[in-house]
């Protein structure tokens, strides 16, 4: 193989230093980078990037991110039905199927990149994502509100409340992985030479792509052809023992959703006397 083989690195380079460009455009250059050096593990971190990465795969440290649990709830109040309010929890508030599970506060992002680009567009502040499990979750919260007599509170969604600069951070964080990949190779090249070899493309590769996991050991690409799970939920995988659960927080709050229902009685008769007058 001569070092004419091996193209595509002047493509690469104007797309990961465009911040205006797209970090999905810039990989698949990086792709078609990896194709002609034969690089399996570069190709295949570059495709899960784009694609996102399965639920049985190990993710990278960086795309695990701090999270906030809400739940969102529906009131039935006398005379009117509220939707739609959230209410943060902590994670010894969910049910002990959802610990079991490993749901905690930090999400497991496994959206392939484009996908979270979008989610970026439409988002101004935070974005919401389903834990895997959560319409069981929620049935079985809902279960144990009407168990303990509070009888005008539904919890309908449980999602993950991601802070919008976060996943920016997470896409920044690819981006500059793909530089450094890009100077790396940059560096290897002596003076005159127009096109890396294989062997400058593993170096750059092996410097630039030490990824690290979750649990802060060295990250490994192994599954060259992988699909991803093309979807708005994602999942976790968190090996560490279940904590005890306390008694669930809709025991502590029931007098307050009491309160709020008196209260929006008490407004209704209000409102009621006003357009009398």
Known sequence: MTT??????????????D??????????QCLMLAGYARHEELRTWALKEL???????????YRKLPAALEVELTLYLPDQIIEGKTRRISVHQLPQSALDRGIEESAPIRQGVRELEGLITISDRLIRLSPPGSAEYVLEMTRQQRQSGNESTEITALNWAIAKPSIEGLLDHIRTHLTQF???????????????DPDQIDSAAQQALNITGGDNSTFHISAPHAKADRGGTASANVNEPAPATPQPWWHRTAVIWTAIAAMATIAGVIATVVVAK
Do not use: C, F, H, K
């Not at 911040?19 to 698949?28: G, H, I, N, W």
């Open 51 to 61: 694609e996102g990465y399965p639920a049985a795969d190990e993710l990278p440290r």
């Open 4 to 17: 004419s083989d091996v193209r595509g690195l002047e493509q690469l380079e104007r797309a990961v230093l």
């Open 182 to 196: 890009v100077a790396e190779v940059r560096a290897a090249m002596p003076a005159g030479q127009q096109n890396p």
């Open 19 to 28: 911040d205006t460009a797209s970090l999905a455009s810039a990989l698949r």
